[in-house]
């Protein structure tokens, strides 16, 4: 396995008698774009918990940057340059837009006020409105969080997640709670600010039309084990997949 920006290695996690990764090893070349695939429980959110810290592994190793990550907690992970979003939005309803984007600044290390206040930084609100701008919400700044549709709140919520050096973003189902004409414009969005700043990117994600559109290449899950690791065309096609993760007629 050629070396990547992110190298897992014989990763294992259980709880109690429920095996949640066995022996997982994935290479991620710098700057590619991988999702992850499988039912629920195959695996996906432990793997993803576990490269950014909310989970501790049993064992294994996740190397990032030159040094092994495993088990550091997720604020350490996250000023290192791996971030992420959530497949529920991580907002604050009480706050603006840009207010939401002044505190995620701040949480992940580019200003010095505590996480649960907003920075009055200029330098801060101006990092703010570029990512913002990036991600084409902008214009939504003043508005407070309910106010917002569901793909402007996911757009939002990982603008925030860019907040800081992104060099790994993970994504948690970046569709989910997102109307069927969304979808696409959204990912289009995403996936065109990530790739312009150079992030690599991984996304867990049910849809295959976005699956087969956006990835480059494909990890699919079951029972704790990747069980497909090639691009879409060869994954999707694979009869082991469509058995276990997509029910798709082989």
Do not use: W
């Not at 990550?69 to 340059?81: E, H, N, S, V, Y």
């Not at 991984?202 to 976005?210: A, C, G, K, L, S």
Request: glycine letters at 8%.
């Amino acid at each position: 396995m050629s070396s990547g920006v992110l190298e897992v290695r014989d990763v294992q996690k259980t709880f109690g008698a429920v095996t949640a990764a066995k022996d997982i090893s994935v290479s991620v070349p710098q700057g590619s774009i991988y999702s992850l695939i499988g039912t629920n429980g195959a695996g996906k959110t432990t793997f993803v918990n576990m490269v950014t810290g909310y989970i501790k592994p049993d064992a294994g190793t996740i190397n990032f940057g030159g040094r092994n990550i495993a088990g550091l907690p997720p604020r350490q992970i996250t000023r290192l340059g791996i971030h992420r979003s959530f497949q529920i939005a991580q907002l604050c309803n009480e706050l603006t837009v840009e207010e939401n984007m002044l505190v995620a600044g701040a949480i992940h290390g580019q200003t010095r006020p505590s996480f649960l206040r907003r920075s009055d930084d200029a330098q801060a609100r101006e990092r703010a409105m570029a990512t913002l701008e990036r991600f084409n919400i902008a214009e939504h700044r003043n508005r407070l969080i309910p106010e917002l549709s569901g793909g402007v709140k996911k757009l939002l919520d990982i603008a925030m997640a860019m907040a800081g050096e992104t060099q790994i973003m993970l994504l948690d189902e970046p569709t989910s709670g997102v109307a069927a004409d969304e979808k696409f414009p959204i990912m289009d969005l995403v996936i065109n600010a990530l790739r312009d700043e150079g992030v690599t990117v991984i996304f867990v994600e049910h849809d295959m039309d976005i699956v087969n559109r956006y990835s480059e290449r494909v990890l699919a899950f079951y029972d704790g084990q990747i069980i497909a690791d090639d691009t879409p065309d060869v994954v999707l096609s694979d009869a082991e997949v469509q058995r276990y993760v997509t029910g798709a007629p082989a």
